[in-house]
């Protein structure tokens, strides 16, 4: 129990050590890793962090997420005529790449379509800040996931050595994330692919590149071919609150949720089935969703429950959309 209690008492101390640190320590840190554990010269690194800055609306518009808002003030943000419309058009253009994406990948060309419409608008909105600046603001200045962000920081210096990015000129959202479908930096080294085979994995200015760089990272986060994604349910007496849950894993199964008062009309799922009860605060009341493992691996892509229903509520309009015109 001494041993323990003397290992915990490191652990503590170095945790507030960490978070104590200032953000000119935390930058030598990081300089050292670059250096050690990843081979770049030292001067480069603290040349190229010389040129960032520190954004404070970075910081502002990361603590206010659009994904703090209730369900009925998020998804009218996404679900528009005019996305829809645009989403109808850039399925239209690119139908053979959606089409051999969904054949390779097994993720339906509505998903693909919709994450790069509430993504960037189909290449409309691929953001305005510089990527170094937002890495290295979180990096060092947003206690909170400031470990993250050096990790993707770090992320981006190896990026762009390998795709041959002039990392300074790199733009973004405000947490770091690049071109057609937002990859950050990690996302893009291990799950970019060369779709349209030019030999340069492009997302930055390539939507054939990024329409199978989407597929590849659904197919890599355990996408089900043919699957439903999530029905709408109905609740009754209270023992179902008791599977409300703030975590997005899937911890229990159709039968516990049937036999503690949820209910699908019309839809038969097997009793062992993983599923997740899902609530959507509307004006008036809350509304209730049965989501399965392809709504999880919707939110592999952004942590969100709401991110992930808003995708997969847009999905189905492109859907029908492109039923109607075909």
Same mark, same amino acid.
């Given at each position: 129990?001494?041993?323990?209690?003397?290992?915990?008492?490191?652990?503590?101390? =170095?945790?507030?050590?960490?978070?104590?640190?200032?953000?000119?320590?935390?930058?030598?840190?990081?300089?050292?890793?670059?250096?050690?554990?990843?081979?770049?010269?030292? &001067? =480069?690194?603290?040349?190229?962090?010389?040129?960032?800055?520190?954004? +404070?609306?970075?910081?502002?518009?990361?603590?206010?997420?659009?994904?703090?808002?209730?369900?009925?003030? =998020?998804?009218?943000?996404?679900?528009?005529?005019?996305?829809?419309?645009?989403?109808?058009?850039?399925?239209?253009?690119?139908?053979?790449?959606?089409?051999?994406?969904?054949? #390779?990948?097994?993720?339906?060309?509505?998903?693909?379509?919709?994450?790069?419409?509430?993504?960037?608008?189909?290449?409309?909105?691929?953001?305005?800040?510089?990527?170094?600046?937002?890495? +290295?603001?979180? $990096?060092?200045?947003?206690? %909170? *996931?400031?470990?993250?962000? *050096?990790?993707?920081?770090? #992320?981006?210096?190896?990026?762009?050595?390998?795709?041959?990015?002039?990392?300074?000129?790199?733009?973004?959202?405000?947490?770091?994330?690049? $071109?057609?479908?937002?990859?950050?930096?990690?996302?893009?080294?291990?799950?970019?692919?060369?779709?349209?085979?030019?030999?340069?994995?492009?997302?930055?200015?390539?939507?054939?590149?990024?329409?199978?760089?989407?597929?590849?990272?659904?197919?890599?986060?355990?996408?089900?071919?043919?699957?439903?994604?999530?029905?709408?349910?109905?609740?009754?007496?209270?023992? =179902? +609150?008791?599977?409300?849950?703030?975590?997005?894993?899937?911890?229990?199964?159709?039968?516990?949720?049937?036999? &503690?008062?949820?209910?699908? &009309?019309?839809?038969?799922?097997?009793?062992? #089935?993983?599923?997740?009860?899902?609530?959507?605060?509307? %004006?008036?009341? &809350?509304?209730?969703?049965?989501?399965?493992?392809?709504?999880?691996?919707?939110? *592999?892509?952004?942590?969100?429950?709401?991110?992930?229903?808003?995708?997969?509520?847009?999905?189905?309009?492109?859907?029908?959309?492109?039923?109607?015109?075909?």
């Amino acid at each position: 129990m001494k041993v323990l209690q003397f290992g915990l008492l490191i652990v503590l101390s =170095y945790s507030v050590s960490a978070i104590s640190a200032s953000p000119e320590v935390l930058q030598l840190q990081f300089i050292d890793t670059m250096v050690k554990e990843h081979k770049f010269e030292r &001067n =480069y690194i603290e040349a190229t962090l010389a040129k960032s800055s520190k954004n +404070t609306k970075i910081l502002e518009s990361i603590a206010k997420p659009w994904e703090a808002k209730p369900w009925h003030q =998020y998804y009218p943000i996404f679900l528009t005529e005019k996305r829809l419309a645009k989403g109808l058009a850039f399925w239209q253009e690119h139908q053979h790449s959606l089409q051999r994406a969904e054949q #390779q990948t097994g993720v339906p060309a509505q998903i693909i379509v919709a994450i790069i419409g509430i993504e960037t608008f189909y290449g409309s909105y691929m953001g305005k800040y510089s990527v170094l600046d937002a890495l +290295t603001t979180l $990096g060092f200045y947003y206690p %909170p *996931r400031a470990t993250f962000f *050096r990790s993707e920081l770090a #992320q981006l210096f190896l990026l762009a050595q390998e795709e041959k990015f002039d990392i300074t000129q790199l733009k973004g959202s405000y947490a770091g994330a690049m $071109g057609w479908g937002q990859f950050i930096s990690s996302s893009y080294r291990h799950y970019a692919v060369d779709f349209d085979g030019d030999g340069i994995r492009d997302l930055l200015n390539n939507p054939v590149d990024a329409i199978g760089s989407v597929a590849n990272y659904f197919k890599k986060h355990g996408w089900k071919k043919n699957q439903d994604i999530a029905f709408k349910a109905e609740v009754s007496g209270s023992n =179902y +609150t008791d599977y409300l849950s703030k975590s997005l894993k899937f911890k229990h199964t159709w039968q516990q949720l049937e036999s &503690n008062g949820v209910m699908l &009309n019309g839809t038969q799922l097997n009793a062992k #089935q993983k599923v997740k009860l899902l609530k959507f605060k509307q %004006p008036t009341k &809350n509304e209730y969703w049965v989501g399965l493992p392809n709504f999880y691996t919707i939110t *592999r892509y952004n942590h969100s429950p709401l991110y992930a229903m808003a995708v997969f509520q847009f999905s189905e309009q492109l859907k029908l959309a492109m039923h109607n015109v075909n």
